[in-house]
């Protein structure tokens, strides 16, 4: 996954900030917001998560997967 988050990071680097957390070392983390796969996105606005999907894509779909969820409303 890291060439394809790198990929998306460097398509939208104005729009988003990417964090990766090793959900077995903050497991807190992982069960605050039940990561119960990996990967697991989950697309925060004003602090808040707002969107949320499992699994591996590539670049392009999980581009669309985060452009679609920024244009959604709250």
């Not at 398509?11 to 070392?25: A, G, M």
């Amino acid at each position: 996954m890291v060439p394809i988050l790198q990929e998306v990071h460097e398509k939208l680097s104005d729009k988003i900030n990417i964090v990766k957390i090793d959900t077995e070392k903050y497991t807190s983390i992982a069960n605050k917001y039940k990561i119960e796969a990996l990967p697991t996105f989950i697309i925060f606005k004003d602090t808040e998560p707002c969107y949320r999907f499992e699994g591996a894509l590539p670049a392009d779909q999980l581009i669309l997967q985060i452009e679609s969820a920024l244009e959604a409303p709250k």
